[in-house]
């Protein structure tokens, strides 16, 4: 008999590994020891030789759904004497070097418990188990014991202990675990702030009954507040809208089980996957041709083909949803343009103006967090992550970096999608979506995350990336941390960092083949000073060449062109020297007359494709202020593929002219909109035809640079038909690459980042290489 020692790591804590490998190893027979440590966790086991290689091939089969394995190690040690099996306090010595493990939607074995009158944890709202419930959200240090989440106060009752230490008992070692002997307590206040008299076991009922009578309530979930009111109340919607500043803007669905998710919703088996995973998205779906709560959903998503939907992913907002059994409004509980509330106290100041009472709890939330959202394109089902967020992050986002690249980096990330990338000890550690920077208190929520992540991992970066604009607010906020770290600050391009996540993504970096990169989306500030968003890079040895792009036209007016689409419109119009009088209809003669001379004198140009998605909805009369972002082209997108869906096969595209500079020229796609539009041509076969336009622009560039592979990145592949028509029209002929655990929005700029700076370490290690060995010739 001998020793061994066993060390897993990847993400291993939070998931029942430790009962896993206890139970494992109790039915081999084994004695020894199983830990969590800072760094994994630790197996010391006394078993032969061909016994451990059975043991760790059983580990690798067998581990928990939720796990993710990155490394086993085994080494036999100096023998030590074992009577039995035991699971040992965590060792805390070293520093961490672990995959933080996201929050986990309620699984079928508790849902089974909350609705069974016979259990002793019967509709109580905080039921968890080792393989479900809170933990990102609720962690406080590494590694992940109840004495370092928010469970630290929490003393387990007899009956909860004895589950804890029972090998036998789904709970056991389960360090969320509480029940309505030990419980999390919660409560309710009213609008004036004021605790109502509600009993503890009464408040969800009390909600309930409150959501009926056409009341708004906030409810504290795994990551946040949640305003929560009846979708069939029309009137209790508007007044939702109406209080939270968002006319048309999209609300998400809660429904109470998937058989009444079927019965208003085409449902795929992509879809329902997402919907019933452990990461519980948001999942836009599309309405049945008749489905059963046919009046509400127009309210919901007004003009859109599609609603975001999901189930239930935390004990009490399933209690909330069963009771009442019909769909819910759910929205993140949050002032416009800021990050989700997720503490008691900010609740009480702020979601009163919103809701009419409030359901609070005392188990903290470390981690804010909003749910994260998902569509798949209706052919191809292509996945697109929108929203990367509760359920997804952080998690690990390593792909082709080496693992032995060994320098601490921390790259901010951009402006409006914010979230923050961390290499830390051969690992990476992405953020979850932090939101919209320009707003104060999202600022303030970057700064906290990204402390928390930092205190949790120990981690000092030895470099800071930042985007190359000076005036975002990662950027400044980036050189200030440099600068009291008193280490460099690079530049990485907003878009070569879209393009550096998706190669990377896909194992792209050490391809021989040259690789083109079509990055379409909104902004980013160019190296030559101008606004991109229309770029072709192609990619090889490990260079990234800009190509071709859009033929610049004037941007004008800041952020104020990104909010109107007529302004898009009427400086494309002004670039291609196109008249279009009916546009001068959506302004007033002084607007006209100003923003001639604007565009007159304007220095600044961009070659934004996502601007261009603006100025054709406004000229097709689809929208011409935004209400919130993306909306024009969303409308875009839903007219053409309602055109698309009712015809037999389409493939008719606008002309353009890719020159021999490589800019494309657009006069020709505006012209014939112009004309379309003069002769009356349905606006649905307008947006097909510009959807059509926008691929064979890909096409065009990808036959001159001549590759075989293309890969996407920017907000403009969001758009699901777009996605569909690049598959079908250059599947046979190109090898396609998308985001896969990323969204292709800036979301995915703070990796792209961390990639872009690996790369060129890793040319200049290379080169170092190659010179050293040429010197020994």
Same mark, same amino acid.
């Given at each position: ?9 990847? +993400? ?54 939720? =796990? ?34 996201? /929050?986990?939607?309620?699984? /079928? ?11 002793? +944890? ?16 609720? #962690? ?9 989440? %928010? ?21 056991? &070692? *389960? ?98 996957? #997402? ?37 239930? !992913? ?28 997720? %503490? ?47 359920? &997804? ?13 060994? /320098? ?9 999608? %914010? ?52 005036? &975002? ?27 550096? *996540? ?10 021989? #083949? ?24 192609? !990619? ?30 009427? =400086? ?48 097709? /009369? ?40 490589? %800019? ?114």
């Amino acid at each position: 008999m001998r020793s061994y020692h066993i060390h897993i790591k990847g +993400r291993v804590q939070g998931i029942g590994y430790r009962p896993f490998i206890y139970s494992l190893a109790l039915k081999s027979g084994w004695v020894g020891t199983v830990s969590n440590t800072l760094d994994g966790v630790h197996i010391i086991m006394n078993c032969e030789l061909c016994s451990v290689s059975k043991f760790v091939k059983q580990i690798r089969e067998l581990s928990p759904k939720q =796990s993710l394995i990155t490394d086993i190690h085994t080494e036999e040690i100096e023998y030590r004497a074992f009577s039995d099996f035991k699971i040992v306090d965590s060792n805390l010595e070293g520093t961490p070097d672990l995959l933080i493990t996201p /929050d986990f939607a309620i699984c /079928d074995p508790c849902k089974s418990e909350l609705f069974d009158p016979g259990n002793r +944890r019967f509709e109580y709202p905080f039921i968890t188990c080792t393989c479900c419930g809170p933990r990102f959200s609720i #962690e406080t240090a590494l590694p992940y014991d109840r004495q370092r989440t %928010s469970m630290e106060t929490f003393r387990m009752c007899s009956a909860c202990t004895r589950e804890y230490h029972d090998p036998t008992n789904e709970r056991f &070692y *389960a360090q969320t675990n509480t029940c309505p002997d030990c419980k999390i307590s919660q409560w309710v206040i009213d609008a004036t702030g004021s605790k109502l008299e509600v009993e503890d076991e009464e408040v969800i009922d009390f909600a309930c009954r409150k959501i009926h009578e056409g009341n708004s309530i906030a409810v504290k979930g795994i990551g946040g507040f949640l305003l929560i009111c009846d979708a069939g109340n029309r009137d209790r919607v508007l007044e939702l809208r109406k209080k939270k500043h968002r006319p048309s803007k999209p609300f998400a669905l809660l429904y109470p089980d998937l058989e009444s998710i079927k019965k208003d919703f085409i449902l795929a088996g992509a879809e329902e996957a #997402e919907l019933t995973g452990a990461k519980a998205p948001i999942v836009l779906l599309e309405p049945k041709e008749n489905p059963n709560n046919a009046a509400l959903l127009t309210a919901i998503a007004p003009g859109l083909d599609r609603l975001g939907v999901m189930l239930p !992913y935390a004990p009490v907002l399933l209690l909330i949803a069963r009771k009442l059994g019909r769909p819910l409004v759910a929205t993140s509980g949050n002032i416009k343009g800021s990050p989700i509330i997720y %503490s008691n106290e900010e609740a009480v100041g702020s979601l009163s103006n919103f809701a009419d009472y409030i359901v609070l709890n005392n188990r903290d939330i470390q981690v804010p967090q909003d749910d994260s959202v998902v569509k798949f394109s209706r052919l191809h089902k292509q996945k697109v992550i929108i929203r990367r967020s509760r359920g &997804y992050a952080p998690g690990l986002m390593q792909h082709a970096l080496d693992p032995l690249f060994d /320098d601490q980096v921390l790259a901010m990330g951009a402006l409006l999608k %914010s979230t923050f990338s961390i290499w830390n000890r051969g690992r990476c550690h992405t953020s979850q979506f932090l939101g919209d920077t320009t707003e104060f208190d999202a600022q303030i929520s970057f700064e906290k995350t990204l402390k928390h992540f930092m205190n949790m991992l120990q981690f000092r970066p030895e470099a800071i990336i930042v985007d190359k604009h000076p005036a &975002y607010f990662t950027t400044q906020f980036g050189r200030e941390l440099a600068a009291s770290y008193e280490i460099p600050v690079v530049e990485i391009q907003h878009h070569k960092a879209h393009l550096w *996540a998706v190669l990377a993504e896909n194992n792209l970096l050490e391809a021989d #083949e040259k690789i083109l990169g079509a990055i379409l989306d909104g902004t980013g500030m160019g190296s030559d000073g101008a606004v991109w968003g229309g770029e072709f890079f192609t !990619y090889e040895a490990g260079k990234l060449s800009r190509t071709s792009h859009l033929k610049y036209y004037p941007h004008i007016l800041g952020d104020k062109m990104a909010y109107e689409p007529r302004l898009s419109a009427l =400086s494309l119009l002004h670039a291609t020297n196109m008249n279009f009088s009916r546009e001068k209809d959506h302004f007033t003669e002084e607007e006209i007359e100003y923003y001639r001379k604007v565009l007159e004198n304007s220095s600044l140009c961009t070659s934004s494709v996502g601007r261009v998605f603006d100025a054709v909805s406004s000229l097709l /009369d689809f929208c011409h202020i935004n209400t919130y972002e993306g909306e024009a082209a969303m409308y875009l997108e839903c007219s053409a593929q309602e055109f698309i869906d009712e015809s037999t096969s389409f493939h008719d595209h606008y002309s353009f002219e890719l020159m021999q500079s490589g %800019s494309i020229e657009l006069s020709k796609l505006v012209t014939g909109i112009l004309d379309d539009v003069m002769k009356g041509v349905h606006r649905g076969k307008i947006s097909a035809k510009f959807h059509n336009t926008l691929v064979r622009m890909v096409e065009s560039v990808a036959r001159r640079s001549g590759v075989k592979s293309i890969a996407f990145s920017g907000g403009v592949f969001q758009n699901g038909l777009l996605l569909d028509l690049i598959i079908e029209k250059l599947g046979s002929e190109f090898n396609l690459y998308f985001h896969k655990e990323l969204s292709p929005n800036d979301e995915c700029i703070s990796y792209g980042q961390l990639v872009g700076y690996y790369a060129k370490r890793a040319l200049t290690f290379r080169a170092e290489k190659n010179s050293n060995l040429k010197s020994l010739v």
